[in-house]
């Protein structure tokens, strides 16, 4: 959830790039549908999100039976955090021929790598764009 923030702080990039952007999830169309409208966890925290009503700017696709994940190679259990997370969070650029031209995996190797790893994504983007 905290790329989800981050990449919220830079929607206006994304949308200036033409980009279209969506998070896969490994839950039911309710659970999906409350991580897309309600900011349950940074809402607790004191941080720049705590005021936000929700923090996903992209489409929420709902993917209980893992197929999605299972296409693209990241259906299985991984730690982030000291906790296990159903699928391994991952970053694709397919860029507008429909060819993969990006794809890197969040290392979480400090509670705020997500922040250049969200920024390594953009300028993936930016390159597919062109």
Request: hydrophobic residues 40%; proline residues 5%.
């Amino acid at each position: 959830m905290h790329e989800q923030a981050q990449l919220s702080l830079k929607k206006d990039e994304v949308t200036k790039l033409g980009a279209a952007v969506f998070v896969v999830l490994p839950h039911d169309v309710l659970r999906t549908k409350v991580f897309k409208t309600e900011n349950r966890f940074l809402s607790t925290l004191d941080s720049p999100f705590s005021e936000e009503k929700s923090i996903v700017f992209s489409i929420a696709l709902s993917d209980p039976a893992g197929r999605a994940a299972a296409i693209y190679g990241v259906s299985r259990k991984c730690i982030q955090w000291r906790g296990f997370v159903e699928n391994h969070p991952c970053w694709f650029v397919i860029d507008r021929s429909g060819m993969l031209t990006y794809a890197a995996q969040p290392t979480f190797s400090s509670p705020t790598s997500y922040i250049k790893e969200v920024d390594d994504m953009l300028e993936a983007l930016n390159q597919a764009s062109k």
